[in-house]
């Protein structure tokens, strides 16, 4: 028998602490501001949203967090995950690179947002909260918070953009299995949905209209607070379970990533790979190379600015430094629903601008391809969004190929596809296109970020 | 923290044999019958549908089967799999029964179907065969077979039990995903096909038809073998997998199981399970009860007669003693469709009838409530199958305390339901209805048994 081709910790391994990256960057991240008066805001303006210990959480410097027992002890029916040293697709590209993936797709929601989505529920539900609502792209998150809200009794209310309810209905189906309601967004629910449903009828909707019908439950209702599934600090926070086992992994394996991958909507499951790894460059560790992939036709990364910008399309949030389209943009219906928001994790944003890490976009139908061959090789079928990593992943295996260097390259595949068989479906049928963003419609975008922008 | 949830072991502990019960029954089982001779099969009449190597396994009476190397290789990517304890499902019964589950659907194709599919392909591999055909039900062995044909180069060509094929359309895309080709049975591709269209071109289809067609193909072409997902000894052997990791999993827990329960369609996954501890208790080790549990719609154990039959439609397969419906029998199209099936594993038919099992029915509805109830606590949502061992797990559970006595329970959640959400869909929309089959057609299919099986 061969090498090692998966690497497992026991129960005991998983984190006792979230890694705060905050902590070890060479200058913090710019404050978020309130929108009136252009000051950095308190834990007070939060409050009507979050639980204290959240808020505690998206500001603070401390480098660990303990993660409270009741989390962890929900974390061990899935934690640690396996890494796999991806060895037949190693063949099948014929590579040098060693090509490692941490896979979060066997958590009970299908993806790496359970691992926040069970914290939150847990802080929530220590602050007397009985409600949460919250959006979902791909409904990956929605699921997650959903199992969450079970565990802990919470009733769970998920606005999902409209695009995707109507692509993956199952998503829906799961939700309410866990016992959660799933409403279409733009919905007439909300003022925010009525807005934009009055301006465009057949609007396919965004993340950014989802926040904004979310956010607007749960500052009108007392007994209501928001969650989100990506983009804040402390939801990246709690992302980092996934590196920091890595890390254990790779002792293990007696190796060590040249390279880090992760897809990037909201940017937690690229974080959360990440960013212990990062850390530990930071103090003085070893080199490594980040890139954070995002889709041709949402290219935050690649093609936004970084400025403040609204965390929502109707302006309810605060105003956060990040790589944005602009809070209206609306992108295009592509099958990788997770990745459609029009901004970046501040914190992301700011290890960019610092130059610690590497964007690129890739289109979807080369995305699924590189997902296929992914599923030939180690029997996975990735979501859509996880296929931009597999594509980026195959796309340095074969660079160390032309160059004749054994790299070690390691991605998070951070779901699987399960719930995206329509995009599979047409794939194969030959009906998936590449989409793209109008560019009038993103300049006007653009231009239309608030003024405190030029700070 | 509380104790432990999940018994996970390392990958050196994957069984290095397969157990085969057929060494401690008290009594072998009945001979496989040739349909023109009445006389015992011999390895030469299974010649042109499998290879040697299975042939071998198939009336094989040694206890223990090495595993080759490179199917050890593949079972490392999700063997072992876990032992979870259901606590959270425990608290929710408020039941004194210790509940544990071997979860089987973290394997790539979603289910326990891989342990026999990767084993099958390889020896197919080994004996020069480059393609397969097969029949599957709700998809669940012809995604798995995709996967083991992905992996060792060979064609595959699965007919997809039409009913099933038009509710879980998602199913053949995964399959097409790993290269494999699926067709709706019954097709107009085979004889066997095309005579049963031409008496009910509305067939829905059924695993014996599904079986006939795959057998054809097998056998007309020099180049194709057959494999099948359940029933043989050599399927129920590689399954054992599951009960032999289950052992050494109870032992890390300090506790043994009084109770063993798995669904029954073919009888894979529960043989898998329960024999290695039937076994035990044969050679003089503990007491466990069997529960084997499968569809009030197709009754095998429950209503069928234990009798030399065929195991397809078309009879073209040889003769087997087992509980069984009788060949001719279509039972509705209830959801889940990997218990589809007119007979029982022969072994599990002998060990019925030696007195080793117990068996029960259930109806869908009552099945999807406790699928839902698992999915709520646990979250993991199981497959229709699945559902029915749950059903049996949470009324043992209750029966506990009732009675204010605290038994382990172990059941096989053989498989997550992510391709079934048309039928939580139905389950929550209030559409799930059981079903059942027309007793006089039963009666006529049961008159219809091959005069042999007077024996």
Redesign the interface.
């Known amino acids: 028998?061969?090498d090692?081709?998966?690497y497992?910790l026991?129960?005991n391994r998983i984190p006792e602490t979230w890694y705060n990256i905050v902590a070890d960057l060479p200058s913090p991240p710019p404050p978020v501001l309130h929108p009136g008066t252009g000051q950095p805001i308190g834990p007070n303006d939060l409050a009507p949203l979050f639980p204290m210990a959240l808020i505690g959480q998206e500001v603070s410097t401390d480098p660990a967090i303990e993660i409270p027992?009741p989390v962890?002890?929900i974390y061990?029916?899935w934690r640690p995950t396996a890494l796999?040293r991806a060895r037949?697709l190693e063949r099948a590209l014929d590579t040098p690179a060693r090509i490692y993936y941490k896979y979060e797709g066997?958590s009970?929601?299908?993806s790496h947002k359970?691992n926040t989505a069970v914290a939150q529920a847990f802080y929530n539900k220590e602050a007397g909260i009985t409600r949460i609502s919250t959006e979902t792209g791909a409904g990956q998150w929605g699921s997650a918070l959903a199992?969450a809200g079970?565990?802990f009794g919470l009733e769970i209310e998920v606005y999902m953009v409209r695009v995707s309810f109507e692509q993956k209905?199952?998503r829906?189906?799961?939700m309410?299995?866990?016992?959660a309601r799933c409403v279409p967004s733009p919905s007439e629910e909300t003022a925010a949905g009525r807005a934009i449903l009055a301006e465009r009828p057949d609007s396919p909707g965004s993340l950014g209209i989802a926040i904004s019908e979310a956010v607007e439950v749960a500052a009108t209702r007392d007994d209501t607070n928001y969650a989100l599934g990506s983009v804040l600090n402390h939801v990246l926070l709690h992302q980092t379970v996934v590196g920091q086992e890595a890390m254990v992994q790779f002792e293990m394996a007696d190796d060590y990533p040249d390279i880090l991958i992760g897809c990037t909507g909201g940017g937690s499951n690229f974080a959360g790979l990440a960013f212990p790894f990062l850390g530990e460059k930071l103090r003085g560790g070893r080199e490594v190379r980040l890139i954070a992939v995002e889709p041709t036709a949402c290219p935050t990364l690649t093609r936004g600015k970084y400025a403040y910008d609204f965390g929502d399309t109707a302006h309810l949030t605060p105003l956060v430094k990040m790589h944005t389209l602009g809070s209206t943009f609306v992108p295009p219906g592509f099958h990788a629903g997770g990745l459609r928001y029009h901004g970046m994790a501040p914190l992301i944003s700011h290890a960019h601008d610092l130059g610690l890490l590497e964007a690129r976009a890739y289109n979807q139908t080369e995305c699924f391809e590189a997902g296929?061959a992914l599923?030939?090789?180690?029997?996975?079928?990735p979501a859509p969004e996880a296929n931009h990593a597999v594509k980026a992943a195959i796309d340095e295996a074969l660079r160390c190929k032309e160059e004749g260097t054994a790299r070690t390259i390691l991605f998070n595949l951070c779901g699987?596809g399960?719930?995206d068989?329509?995009a599979?479906?047409d794939y194969?049928a030959g009906k998936l296109v590449d989409q793209t963003y109008d560019e009038a419609e993103l300049a006007m975008a653009l231009a239309g970020l608030p003024s405190v922008a030029a700070g």
Chains 1, 2 share one sequence.
């Open positions: 028998m061969s090692t081709i998966k497992v026991p129960e027992g962890r002890e061990r029916q796999h037949r066997v009970p929601a299908g359970p199992f079970a565990l209905p199952y829906r189906s799961m309410e299995s866990f016992g296929v599923a030939r090789a180690e029997g996975i079928l699987h399960h719930f068989m329509q599979y479906t194969f």
